[in-house]
């Protein structure tokens, strides 16, 4: 009746899939896909450096169907990227007291997220003038 | 009370006996319940009426004590604070905590969570140690705001629970020990947080984590134990990079 | 007491990946608008674009951006991958942060020789 032997329950291979951490495994594509930005704004940069030709062909190629899903993709991944990068900010610093009081961790987010969609937006009115 | 309906609700029950079973299979059983009917209750009703050798820990009844943490329908919750109301139609599946060996039925093994507890110093260590006579070690409010938080944990181990990290590397230090950690390095009055560091800078330490957060999210107490991990990321970074220019003062 | 237990480099490249993922989440939504879509749609001339980038400042600028975005997928991209359990460790940690070794080079090399180049 007391015999011990406790059963180890193998974790599921494809565990990062399931419905619990799909948003995860979701949100650590989206890195990656600032690395994959990384590499056109590469690419853009030194059709630059190699010439007027190198440069038209890349901002022919800026206007093709597969650059515009590419770059539709690339938006929404910044964009989940930003927003969770800035959910997960308050984690990683110490509990901030002001006043006695603990700031929430939204009041971060929101603060951090009021700052990139202004810097974003002065890139972006930066280029438009 | 009397002329309600009698609702009926299935829950699938995963259950191990390791003197009978080779391995877990569910087991369906029918219970009637009363809109404030918790889980833990209904478990009880099967151990008293239906099948007495059902096997579950629970103390407190009222989310203080710990005990009867659980999956429910796949989300580590607390039996005594997760209603049937709120499962209905059904059927529930109830399965032991995640992540953990199995006992018996829905109890796991604590032991390996016990030890990493008690790994991390959980107590006090002030600078230098006064007599009684010489009073309180005093602290501010806002001071005790510091750490406040990160002093509620019950050890009920959801936050393992929902950590696939402590999944893939059971040697992974984890949520809650490190909930625990930040309690006392928050602390205005312990001088003990170079040691406490000392003993997560490795792989099995805070470098485990990936911040996918969700154990904060199963924390009945909002301990937020993501936070506790994170931010002493953050530290043992600092430590790793900055560790030449800090004078050496263990013997 | 028991000997504190061995450090890893991790850190080295989590500093890596929180600079990329700090720049990108602050300016990354920005810069694909103004790259992707604004560009395309009235592309300045050779000259102007030329111009630009000859500028020593943007090529710091992008000697600093591009290859921390690198730096940045490269740690998801070793995670995602160790956490699909796709392979060996040191081989998931050689691909990803390989590539963002070899970005890195490359990146600084183009950089060099557009600021320094005829």
């Not at chain 3, 300016?27 to 992707?36: D, E, S």
Request: hydrophobic share 45%; glycine share 8%; charged share 15%.
């Amino acid at each position: 009746m007391s015999e011990r032997r406790p059963y180890v329950r193998r974790q599921s291979r494809l565990w990062w899939a399931s419905r619990t951490y799909r948003g995860y495994t979701l949100r650590e594509l989206s890195g990656v896909g600032v690395a994959v930005y990384g590499a056109v704004l590469l690419a853009g940069l030194d059709s630059v450096r190699r010439g007027p030709d190198a440069y038209a062909a890349f901002v022919g190629w800026l206007s093709t169907p597969v650059a515009i899903v590419l770059h539709l993709v690339l938006l929404a991944a910044m964009l989940l990227h930003g927003l969770t990068w800035f959910q997960t900010l308050p984690k990683t610093m110490p509990r901030l007291i002001v006043g006695g009081q603990a700031v929430p961790q939204k009041t971060i987010t929101n603060a951090a997220i009021g700052l990139a969609m202004l810097c974003s937006l002065a890139l972006v009115i930066g280029a438009l003038s | 009370m009397a002329d309600r309906d009698r609702l009926t609700i299935e829950l699938w029950i995963l259950r191990y006996r390791p003197a009978q079973d080779e391995e877990p299979h569910f087991v369906s059983y029918t219970v009637t319940y009363t809109e404030e009917m918790s889980v833990l209750e209904a478990l009880q009703s099967i151990k008293d009426e239906q099948d007495g050798s059902l096997s579950f820990r629970w103390s407190c009844r009222m989310a203080i004590c710990g005990s009867c943490g659980m999956m429910i329908d796949g989300t580590p919750k607390l039996a005594c604070s997760t209603f049937l109301r709120d499962l209905a139609p059904g059927p529930v599946k109830i399965a032991p905590l995640e992540n953990f060996p199995i006992e018996r039925d829905l109890v796991v093994t604590v032991a390996d969570f016990v030890k990493k507890i008690e790994s991390i110093y959980p107590f006090i260590m002030p600078k230098e140690t006064k007599p009684v006579e010489a009073g309180e070690y005093l602290q501010t409010p806002a001071q005790m705001a510091a750490y406040e938080p990160f002093s509620d944990c019950i050890n009920c181990m959801l936050c393992y629970a929902a950590c696939p990290q402590f999944g893939a590397n059971p040697d992974f230090i984890g949520p809650g020990a490190m909930a625990l950690l930040q309690r006392y390095n928050g602390d205005s009055r312990d001088a003990g947080s170079r040691e406490r560091l000392d003993l997560i800078h490795g792989e099995d330490g805070v470098w485990s984590c990936t911040a996918v957060g969700l154990c904060s999210e199963a924390c009945p107490k909002l301990v937020d134990p993501a936070n506790a991990v994170n931010q002493n990321k953050t530290n043992s970074a600092f430590d790793f990079f900055l560790r030449g220019l800090r004078k050496e003062n263990h013997s | 007491m028991t000997r504190p237990p061995k450090r890893t480099i991790a850190p080295i490249f989590w500093l890596l990946f929180g600079a990329g993922g700090m720049l990108s989440a602050l300016f990354g939504t920005g810069l694909v608008i103004v790259t992707g879509f604004l560009l395309p749609a009235s592309p300045p001339s050779y000259q102007a674009a030329a111009a630009i980038l000859h500028n020593p400042l943007a090529g710091l600028v992008a000697l600093a951006t591009i290859p921390l975005f690198f730096w940045h997928g490269a740690e998801r991209l070793f995670l995602t991958l160790k956490d699909m359990r796709a392979g060996p460790r040191p081989l998931l940690a050689l691909i990803s942060y390989g590539a963002a070794a070899v970005g890195t080079l490359v990146t600084i090399l183009l950089i060099f020789l557009m600021e320094f180049g005829s």
